[in-house]
Nanobody, 120 residues
Framework: QVQLVESGGGLVQAGGSLRLSCAASGSFFSINAMSWYRQAPGKARELVASITSGGNTDYGDFVKGRFTISRDNAKNTWYLRMNSLNPEDTGVFYC??????????????WGQGTQDTVSS
């Protein structure tokens, strides 16, 4: 069974920064694409950032160079550094990834979400 645990969320003032972490544990062969999604109040979940096993990254249009996704393969952990936060960035942030299990199956798993609130 694979588990993802997020940490690093919280309350920050506009213009501030947060660093989210997502740690994977359990039995799996490897992790492929890792991602962060955001769900703002009353809105659908949207992609914030993703990173492939090869290190290629992709970001949502609203990020505009403010966020950076990174990964530490040795620790099965990936991060989201968020700078220049504004109140529109408020929401629940979820990490997700595709795992290749030892049996060859590919499963998509999600963390429980972490609330990030940016005050004006």
């Amino acid at each position: 069974q694979v588990q993802l645990v997020e940490s690093g969320g919280g309350l920050v003032q506009a213009g501030g920064s947060l660093r989210l972490s997502c740690a994977a544990s359990g039995s799996f062969f490897s992790i492929n694409a890792m991602s962060w999604y955001r769900q703002a109040p009353g809105k659908a979940r949207e992609l914030v950032a993703s990173i492939t096993s090869g290190g290629n990254t992709d970001y949502g249009d609203f990020v505009k160079g403010r966020f950076t996704i990174s990964r530490d393969n040795a620790k099965n952990t990936w991060y989201l550094r968020m700078n220049s936060l504004n109140p529109e960035d408020t929401g629940v942030f979820y990490c997700g990834a595709y795992f290749i299990l030892y049996c060859g199956r590919v499963v998509n798993c999600w963390g429980q979400g972490t609330q990030d609130t940016v005050s004006s």
